[in-house]
């Protein structure tokens, strides 16, 4: 497992533009690029959604249709930081972002919660139309 810290959410008008990070840290198994990560958000009353994930050393990346063309995921192992780009904001993409890890690659299975073992607190993030 590892520690996970996210920052970098807020309030913006719908097409704007944020960037979160999650910070990593003590990890009980191996490093930084052993780790896939992914990001998730959550609305009251709604399930947990994936909304994009990259693999260890960054070679596979995957995102929910919702957010393709809109939000890059990207990853510095070095800085044991992950990163998600969102661009072209909508309000409906108003929610709490999570940050989480596992060791490896979960593949085509990475849209669920139960793939992943360490989770962050989240960030939330509100765009206003």
């Known amino acids: 497992q590892v520690q996970l810290v996210e920052s970098g959410g807020g309030s913006v008008q719908a097409g704007g533009s944020l960037r979160l990070s999650c910070a990593a840290s003590?990890?009980?198994?191996?490093?930084?690029?052993?780790?896939?990560m992914a990001w998730f958000r959550q609305t009251p009353g709604k399930e947990r959604e994936g909304v994009a994930a990259i693999s260890p050393r960054g070679g596979a990346i995957a995102y929910a249709d919702s957010v393709k063309g809109r939000f890059a995921i990207s990853r510095d192992n070095a800085k044991n930081t992950l990163y998600l780009q969102m661009n072209s904001l909508k309000p409906e993409d108003t929610a709490m972002y999570y940050c989480?890890?596992?060791?490896?690659?979960?593949?085509?299975?990475?849209?669920?919660?139960?793939?992943?073992?360490?989770w962050g607190q989240g960030t939330q993030v509100t765009v206003s139309s």
């Open positions: 003590r990890y009980t198994y191996g490093t930084s690029g052993d780790y896939g």
């Open positions: 989480a890890a596992r060791a490896g690659w979960p593949g085509s299975t990475w849209t669920r919660e139960n793939e992943y073992d360490s």
